[in-house]
């Protein structure tokens, strides 16, 4: 069975590792995504595992089309009911690049109406639309005139882990964290430091990798147990195969923020999902802070006034840049920054600089050695 990971831009060499890792089979990287192959089984485990994959997506209909009327014809002819009934829910998630659609919320109606009169044809019913809790989610993706139709296997996004109960402002997505941490090339055994943690993302992931969690683990639901053919029994032992207990872990995490409402909503996450015992926290700026041992391996988001006022965004980044020279020799430190120009103010040695996107902004994902 052909299966599409989507990721964010940037992390597709990380997810085509883990993919490679988890034992998928013809692997390759596309925009945005991975292709590769696998079962049912390996459907249920890659959900359960992936830590930078946004969702799998099961490709079940592909096609060329030139007008309007003949995008509609193939979509209604296609045999539907090997997926939906009219005691099925069904919403469509689009993404339209097409010279024959001007709007791309139009080619959404046109598909969903295509469905439905399918449907209605067959059963004298017709199935309703439910955007917000859907049983099958559809994932239409047009490129001019190439039709790609998908199920999405994983809704809702695997990035809802299911462990934040409590957030501050503006938080990292689940699955960019992990998977800047993966770019950073943190080995899960260096000591880990959060110094701008916000609602605590980098330090969770961080201990999901270092445990050797499977991503899900504080999650109940996937898209595909709504699904014709969903095997109970299967997932039940994958499942099993791919947990672990919450545990000790080698690397010491230290997560701390000048703020008092981000290091309430840490505290509220870490023991809602019982792992406040493995991560330190504490209220500081960073500024102020003194390292725990003589290496470490550092991530930053700094706040940014896009999102959050910043007094001098350029003296910022400068004062960071002494501060991990002073007292932080010996670690490595990453920051990701949509300040492209200004993040070289750090004035270290680089590593490396990755092209990667937070939401709509485009950001350098810049490590320095300090």
Not at 10 to 32: C, F, Q, S, T
Not at 33 to 56: H, P, Q
Not at 158 to 171: A, E, M, N, V
Not at 241 to 266: G, Q, R, T
Request: proline share 4%.
């Amino acid at each position: 069975m052909k299966l599409i990971a989507k990721t964010f831009y940037g992390l597709e060499r990380v997810l085509e590792a883990e993919l490679i890792k988890l034992g998928a089979r013809n692997v390759h990287r596309i925009n945005r995504a991975v292709e590769f192959e696998g079962d049912l089984g390996f459907l249920y485990k890659a959900n359960l595992s992936l830590r930078t994959a946004l969702e799998i997506l099961v490709p079940v209909f592909s096609f060329k089309f030139e007008t309007q009327s003949e995008y509609y014809a193939k979509i209604y002819e296609f045999d539907w009911s090997q997926y939906l009934d009219y005691t099925k829910t069904f919403a469509i998630n689009f993404n339209v690049f097409s010279k024959i659609f001007t709007h791309s919320q139009y080619a959404s109606l046109v598909c969903k109406d295509a469905i439905v009169d399918n449907l209605r044809q067959k059963h004298q019913k017709r199935p309703n639309v439910d955007a917000k809790d859907p049983d099958i989610r559809i994932d239409l993706h047009i490129n001019e005139y190439q039709c790609d139709i998908s199920l999405d296997s994983s809704w809702p996004s695997l990035f809802k882990r299911g462990y934040r109960k409590s957030t501050f402002d503006s938080p990292i997505n689940e699955v960019l964290a992990a998977g800047l941490i993966d770019l950073g090339g943190w080995d899960g055994k260096t000591d880990f430091y959060d110094p701008f943690c916000g609602s605590g993302t980098f330090s969770s992931e961080a201990y999901i990798k270092a445990a050797g969690l499977h991503p899900q683990h504080w999650r109940k639901d996937f898209g595909f147990q709504r699904w014709f053919g969903y095997d109970e029994v299967l997932f039940n032992k994958i499942l099993k195969f791919v947990s672990k207990p919450i545990c000790e872990i080698e690397a010491n995490i230290y997560a701390s923020d000048l703020e008092l409402y981000s290091m309430d909503a840490c505290k509220i996450n870490w023991r809602y999902s019982k792992i406040s015992r493995r991560i330190t926290a504490a209220m500081g700026d960073f500024f102020d802070s003194k390292p725990r041992g003589k290496t470490g391996w550092m991530i930053m988001n700094p706040p940014y006034d896009k999102r959050i006022p910043l007094y001098d965004t350029a003296r910022f980044y400068e004062d960071i840049g002494r501060k991990l020279q002073a007292d932080y020799k010996g670690f490595q430190a990453w920051i990701i920054s949509p300040y492209t120009d200004l993040v070289e103010r750090v004035n270290l040695r680089k590593i490396k600089t990755y092209k990667v996107y937070n939401g709509a902004i485009e950001c350098k994902f810049v490590g320095f050695e300090c």
